[in-house]
Structure formats: structure tokens, C-alpha cells
């Protein structure tokens, strides 16, 4: 596969454990602040959670925020999947619903909590789809 998986996972690693299921390489945005901000150099796909109850200046995690503030990783983002609770109502995957409405990128899924083996397989057609784009 051509396309590259970038996901940010907090302490909980619900998002983590969700992309390892894949069984894809990924690069993981670092929980702590970095001074060498990740350079993706091909395609990707972007691997997101909803945080702070889906509040319109919380949903994404900062560090996602930072990712996608250098105009390159932006350039090359193709798609975003979301991650979350479905406890969080009209909010869930509020995340990756802000970043497809700012790049015009697809959202090929959302996934709850860690998803499912219908969730990966659901996925992984998707970004076989994308990647013979």
C-alpha cells in the first residue's frame, strides 16, 4: 500500500490498538510536544480521536492541530478516519467531521472506542479504494 497511516492515540490507546489491528505500518503523532515536528513525505491517511465532549475549540487534539499547521502534511493528507464514543451524541468523530470540512478531504469511517473486525475490514477496503485512486 502506497498510502501511509498517521494516527495520534492518547494514554488510553484506543486509537492506537484500533490501527494495530490494521496490521499496517503507521507513524504515531507524539503524545508530548516534540521540537522535530513529524514530515510526512507520501499520501496518507489520518487516524483521529474526538476529545473535550466534542467542544468546537477542543474536538481536536492539539497535537493533530500542530501536525496539520505545516502546509506539507497538510498537502498530502487524503483522508481522515475518526474515533470515538458514540456516548458523545451529535459529537462523535466531531474531529475528523472538522478536518474533512477544512481540507476537503473524504472521511472513510468512524470507528467507536476501538472498533470492531467488521470496523477493519469495513476500513481496510476503504483505503485499498483510496490508494488505487
Request: glycine letters at 10%; charged letters at 25%.
Amino acid at each position: 500500500m502506497s498510502l501511509d497511516i498517521v494516527y495520534f492515540s492518547n494514554y488510553s490507546g484506543n486509537t492506537k490498538r484500533f490501527v494495530e489491528k490494521l496490521e499496517l505500518e503507521a507513524i504515531r503523532i507524539p503524545i508530548g510536544d516534540s521540537d522535530d515536528p513529524i514530515i510526512v513525505q507520501d499520501r496518507y491517511v489520518l487516524f483521529v480521536p474526538t476529545y473535550g465532549g466534542g467542544s468546537e475549540t477542543h474536538a481536536i487534539p492539539r497535537q493533530v492541530r500542530s501536525f496539520l499547521n505545516v502546509a506539507s502534511n497538510r498537502d498530502k493528507l487524503v483522508g481522515v478516519v475518526g474515533l470515538g464514543n458514540t456516548n458523545f451524541g451529535e459529537d462523535y468523530c466531531k474531529a475528523a467531521e472538522m478536518i474533512a470540512a477544512k481540507t476537503g478531504v473524504p472521511i472513510l469511517g468512524r470507528v467507536e472506542i476501538f472498533g470492531t473486525d467488521h470496523d477493519v475490514n469495513t476500513i481496510k477496503e476503504r483505503l485499498a479504494m483510496l490508494d488505487d485512486k
